[in-house]
């Protein structure tokens, strides 16, 4: 079966370090996410991307957050200074098209300390 | 803005029991999507629902979309110790087709 592959697992990093985070979106899907979830409660909507730019953004996705799809197969994000609050679980997704095939990675711990 | 609202919060059966959750909103969705989540993991799609009135299932899960659109249920039928996890709905925003709006979740726990 077809998965959202996200590296790394897990990632400690100091605060006001840049930290990039790695997805593969399932091949043949056109829309890719990220989602964030603080520990103990949901998921959030941060970003999409359709056509190699951001449809939407959250208010969440500030001007620290960025992210890129620098070849075919990866979409990145970065978090450009890191703070103690963007403590989470981040998730990518992919989609055939809108809620189709919504797909989930199985996540990057990212831990600021 | 559109919110999704899950009950219970929380249930702890016996194994071989049936369960049933649902979640309800204030606002039409036209596409209801149902995960579960195993810790540390991320959300796994059960059932999605596409049309109103759809009752569909997925082995001993089953899911319907509520006629009024603002409601969807999650039956679990005779659960094992696997079905522990987190379950939520989700939906995408109407004036959106691209994100996602989460539940808060229902936590599952069995006891063998």
């Known amino acids: 079966e077809p998965e959202v592959t996200q590296t790394p697992s897990h990632q400690v990093t100091q605060m006001g370090q840049e930290v990039i985070l790695r997805c593969v979106p399932i091949?043949?899907?056109?829309?890719f996410y990220w989602y964030r979830q603080i520990l103990g409660q949901k998921v959030e909507f941060l970003v999409s991307?359709?056509?190699?730019?951001?449809?939407?953004k959250s208010e969440i996705f500030d001007d620290q957050f960025s992210v890129e799809r620098p070849d075919g197969s990866n979409f990145t994000l970065k978090i450009r200074s890191t703070k103690l609050e963007d403590s989470a679980m981040y998730f990518c997704?992919?989609?055939?098209?809108?809620?189709?095939?919504?797909?989930f990675g199985s996540g990057t711990r990212l831990t600021v300390v | 803005g559109q919110q999704l609202n899950q009950s219970p919060q929380s249930m702890f059966i016996q194994e071989g029991e049936d369960v049933s959750m649902n979640c309800t909103s204030s606002?039409?969705?036209?596409?209801w999507l149902w995960y579960k989540q195993d810790p540390g993991e991320g959300p796994v799609l059960l059932i999605a629902?596409?049309?109103?009135?759809e009752l569909t299932s997925n082995g001993r899960l089953t899911a319907q979309f509520g006629i009024t659109r603002k409601d969807s249920f999650l039956n679990i039928s005779a659960s094992i110790p696997s079905d522990v996890g987190i379950y939520f709905c989700?939906?995408?925003?109407?004036?959106?087709?691209?994100?996602?709006?989460f539940g808060s979740g229902t936590r599952l726990l069995v006891r063998p």
């Open positions: 997704a992919s989609s055939e098209f809108g809620a189709y095939g919504y797909t």
């Open positions: 091949s043949n899907h056109l829309y």
């Open positions: 991307f359709y056509n190699n730019e951001i449809s939407e």
């Open positions: 606002s039409i969705f036209n596409t």
């Open positions: 629902l596409y049309k109103a009135g």
């Open positions: 989700a939906g995408p925003r109407m004036d959106s087709s691209y994100k996602l709006i």
